[in-house]
């Protein structure tokens, strides 16, 4: 059974660090891409990073660009967002996702249960 | 970047109804989208991917079709336990977006 299970939310100030984990069994981690996806509560769903199986490619939405790193751990199974220099309308649910990747691009077919952080003074 | 826009935004029907949700592409995204429910409090689950693929375990009343720019999502009768909000995704290229979601609603 595939299983995401995110950890490292919480409360943050406003300019501060949090790095969230994605713990990925019941499926071969190095063979997926990933990704996160967030949601402020009451709200619409935003992608947020994508990463190739071997962590080669990285792709980011334009508002965490430069604030934001996603990476993984294939020996750990695990997946990681390094958020910096945290913002307000960074407050959301992240969840974490595996995609499935079909003719050439991918879809994520499984969510994790999602890990709330609280960007506020 | 892309930008998905669904309608409606939300709609009442019955237990039994017809529901078609529609998600329309700023651009020619080939097939490359996917239709996902969230229950509140609960995580988005993936329907179809594709445009119209059905994901494994996911009931036959559900069915996605369309291409480039216009698509639709189908319930072709719908059950109670399928009160939710719906999403598309388009997966042609980054950054991925979605449609803002439409709510289905009890009558």
């Known amino acids: 059974e595939v299983q995401l299970v995110e950890s490292g939310g919480g409360l943050v100030q406003p300019g501060g660090s949090l790095r969230l984990s994605c713990a990925a069994s019941?499926?071969?981690?190095?063979?997926?891409?990933m990704s996160w996806v967030r949601q402020v509560p009451g709200r619409g769903l935003e992608w947020v990073a994508n990463?190739?199986?071997?962590?080669?490619?990285?792709y980011y939405v334009d508002s965490v660009k430069g604030r934001f790193t996603i990476s993984r751990d294939n020996a750990k199974n695990s997946l990681y967002l390094q958020m910096n220099s945290l913002r307000a309308e960074d407050t959301a649910v992240y969840y974490c996702?595996?995609?499935?990747?079909?003719?050439?691009?991918?879809?994520?077919?499984?969510w994790g249960q999602g890990t709330l952080v609280t960007v506020s003074s | 970047d892309i930008q998905m826009t669904q309608s409606p935004s939300s709609v009442s029907a019955s237990v039994g109804d017809r529901v078609t949700i529609t998600c329309r592409a700023s651009?020619?995204?080939?097939?490359?989208l996917a239709w996902y429910q969230q229950k509140p409090g609960k995580a988005p689950k993936l329907l179809i991917y594709?445009?119209?693929s059905l994901q494994s375990g996911v009931p036959s009343r559900f069915s996605g079709s369309g291409s480039e720019t216009d698509f639709t999502l189908t319930i072709s009768s719908l059950q109670p336990e399928d009160f939710a909000t719906y999403y598309c995704q388009q997966a042609n290229s980054f950054p991925r977006t979605f449609g803002q979601g439409t709510k289905v609603e009890i009558k």
């Open positions: 651009q020619g995204i080939s097939s490359w």
């Open positions: 019941g499926f071969t981690f190095s063979s997926f891409w």
């Open positions: 996702g595996r995609d499935l990747v079909y003719g050439g691009n991918c879809f994520r077919d499984y």
């Open positions: 594709a445009a119209s």
């Open positions: 990463i190739k199986q071997d962590g080669s490619e990285k």
